[in-house]
């Protein structure tokens, strides 16, 4: 009995070994194509490039382990946003990417965007918005002139399905050939795949945080968003569920 117990706790060791192991290789991994790490720990440091955005009216808020002052909440009513100006890390010409963030939604009153870099009046690239569907965001895409869309058609099949007043963790994976969408670490099903012969621009347009330019207006945020990672590289399965494990 004693042999089967020292048995079994050997074994649950060995395993908690492996797994740690394994969970530090793949956080290693994730610094690989990391083009923008901004974790809104209250401010709007970019930890990867190492320049902070410019706040205008968005404020520190408890994240989702109820920390205080570790992510930002913007509110509609006040226009809250975070502006980065332009960056080529935020452009992909080559439809390559993998954009994570975690969210919480306060309403569906309005349009809304979590990130987005265009403008409302061109030039275009991308934002992830609610202004089809209230109740999910999609990958809105766009060509530099807003002629036609990069992955999909608009309305878009590659959707986030969000709950109010939740911390959500949402991934849109491009591999050039096809958008995917995943939330809380999990494949969605949805997905979007690219029209032939487009392709992003690198423009001149703002990377912005808690709102996005489309059709002559701006769709302002409400709610908090947290730790927002940029890659110029697809994440596996994995390396996805290890982000929104943590």
Not at 72 to 79: A, K, L
Not at 150 to 157: A, E, F, I
Not at 170 to 183: E, I, P, Q, R, W
Not at 200 to 222: K, L
């Amino acid at each position: 009995m004693k042999f089967e117990v020292i048995k079994i706790f050997v074994l649950a060791f060995c395993l908690f070994v492996f797994s740690f192991c394994k969970k530090e290789e793949i956080t290693t991994a994730l610094q690989n194509g990391l083009v923008a790490n901004i974790e809104l720990n209250g401010n709007a440091f970019d930890v990867t490039n190492n320049v902070s955005g410019v706040i205008y009216g968005a404020q520190p808020f408890n994240n989702r382990q109820g920390e205080p002052q570790q992510s930002m909440y913007f509110t509609r009513s006040d226009s809250a946003y975070i502006d980065f100006g332009d960056a080529p890390q935020f452009s992909f010409p080559n439809n390559i990417f993998s954009i994570c963030c975690w969210i919480l939604v306060s309403d569906t009153l309005s349009p809304s965007a979590i990130l987005s870099k265009r403008n409302a009046t061109g030039p275009f690239e991308y934002s992830i918005d609610n202004h089809v569907y209230r109740s999910s965001f999609n990958f809105d895409n766009w060509i530099a002139n807003g002629n036609t869309t990069v992955y999909g058609v608009d309305p878009l099949n590659a959707v986030v399905q969000f709950e109010i007043g939740v911390w959500q963790q949402v991934s849109f994976v491009a591999d050039g050939n096809v958008l995917k969408v995943y939330v809380n670490g999990n494949f969605t099903g949805s997905v979007d795949s690219i029209k032939a012969g487009n392709n992003f621009s690198d423009t001149d347009a703002s990377f912005q945080i808690g709102v996005g330019g489309g059709y002559g207006r701006y769709y302002h945020f409400d709610g908090a968003i947290d730790d927002i990672l940029i890659y110029n590289r697809v994440l596996t399965q994995e390396e996805i569920e290890l982000i929104a494990s943590l």
